[in-house]
């Protein structure tokens, strides 16, 4: 079981000395009487203190601290310790992967390691994660070969199951290396139960992709299909390949390890109906029904003025009849038969059309009555 305490390395009480102060302690110490069995170390790595400026990726760290809360809060993760730029030197990753924990974990513990930064060498067999510290004068002397670190978690870890999740691909070039580091293939197996995952396939080379996102979100509950309260590999692997897929990007993640499909990779209290898009909104009938309320008033008005018209024409039907009429009173009687049947046609027509539409305000359905609600 994991117990008491993970200690800080020399290297980051160096750094505890100003505003990185709090969020280093909350990172790293874990409360002396806790007791965890899944226990997850989540690197994100967005600035590097010796890369260009231009090689940032702004996301990761964000996305790091995303992943950190949601395993904690949503997915039984009962330690979680992140190390997000300044933080995540290459001391710091190995001491805490190969001195700390192995201290602390044993054959009931699972851990969960989630790496998002860069990489090199994935594309010709040598794969290398960069921590912060990386020094492109000498990578191999300053970054993490995946080889190395595999075999050596394999020696030092003790763990039930170690799950292995990398998105370390991007469409950049540090010089003349295209900074594409490891995929899950690219993992030897560092423990008895070993799941590696990674955000893309080999030789894929995306700009960008939502993997981080929807790990964040399958873990938490998402990629439970069955409903059973915990998600499993396979169905974390299934939910992230399908939204990928889904979301038109040219890059799907790929999956290795000796592990069972089975596997308990999160215990959550969240479903998928919790991360479902919201439902389309409803389009308002009050537009509509205004519209009708205005041409059927209208349409009253005309009908008004054609009735006016018809029953003037019937009250001097006969002194306009006689010979001798006045020429006047002959056009006013002209008018009233030419125009009342047009405005009582007219003005009935608009009626109609403005009640049918406030009685079918709804282009999805009939509400039957006079409603001004949304």
Not at 261 to 279: H, N, R, S
Not at 287 to 295: E, F, Y
Request: charged share 15%; with cysteine.
């Amino acid at each position: 079981m994991f117990q008491a305490f993970v200690p800080v390395h020399p290297s980051i009480h160096r750094l505890l000395s100003g505003p990185l102060a709090v969020a280093a302690v909350v990172a790293l110490s874990v409360p002396s009487t806790a007791l965890a069995d899944r226990v997850a170390v989540v690197i994100g790595v967005g600035s590097y203190g010796k890369l260009d400026p231009s090689l940032a990726l702004p996301d990761a760290s964000v996305r790091a601290r995303e992943l950190a809360r949601a395993l904690q809060q949503s997915a039984g993760y009962d330690q979680v310790l992140p190390l997000t730029d300044a933080l995540a030197t290459r001391s710091a990753i190995r001491d805490l992967l190969l001195e700390n924990l192995p201290a602390q974990l044993g054959s009931d513990d699972s851990l969960l390691v989630y790496f998002v930064g860069h990489g090199v060498g994935g594309d010709f067999g040598e794969p290398y994660l960069l921590p912060y510290d990386v020094d492109p004068a000498d990578l191999q002397g300053t970054a993490i070969g995946v080889e190395e670190l595999g075999g050596a978690l394999r020696n030092s870890l003790q763990v039930g199951s170690l799950v292995m999740v990398t998105d370390a691909v991007h469409d950049m070039r540090l010089d003349d290396l295209v900074l594409m580091g490891p995929n899950a293939k690219s993992w030897p197996e560092a423990a008895s139960e070993f799941f590696s995952l990674s955000a893309c396939s080999p030789k894929q080379l995306p700009g960008s992709t939502p993997f981080g996102a929807q790990f964040t979100d399958g873990i938490s509950g998402a990629a439970d299909a069955d409903t059973s309260g915990t998600v499993s590999a396979s169905e974390l692997y299934r939910y992230v390949l399908d939204r990928m897929g889904a979301s038109g990007v040219k890059a799907y993640p790929a999956e290795s390890g000796s592990y069972n499909p089975e596997l308990v990779v999160a215990e959550v209290t969240k479903g998928p109906a919790d991360f479902a898009p919201p439902p389309e909104p409803t389009p308002s009938g009050k537009p509509r029904r205004v519209a009708g309320i205005v041409l059927a008033s209208v349409g009253l008005g005309v009908t008004g003025s054609g009735a006016a018209m018809y029953f003037d024409g019937r009250q001097i039907f006969e002194d306009a009849s006689k010979p001798n009429a006045d020429q006047d009173l002959k056009a006013r009687y002209a008018r009233d038969q030419r125009w009342a049947p047009v405005l009582i046609g007219v003005g009935a027509a608009s009626m109609v059309t403005g009640g049918v539409m406030v009685v079918l305000p709804s282009p999805t359905g009939v509400s039957v009555g006079l409603s001004f609600d949304f």
